[in-house]
């Protein structure tokens, strides 16, 4: 039988991946502060949104499938 020489312990592996997590890190283009106040804008106009749609949607349904019922 042969013995595998080639093994990598654990704790290399989780070196060589934070070095990997590290390396994409310094690419990423990251928000100056004007963009990253408009993006948060954004995503919370958007869900406000979403929410609103949500809630007459089930206000509409929940009034049908009461009509239906009774």
Known sequence: MSTNTN???SKEKFSAYLKGVKGELKKVIWPNKKELI???GIVILISVLVSVIVYILDLI???AISFIIK
């Open 61 to 63: 349904l929940g009034g």
């Open 38 to 40: 408009n993006y948060t």
């Open 7 to 9: 093994t990598v312990s």
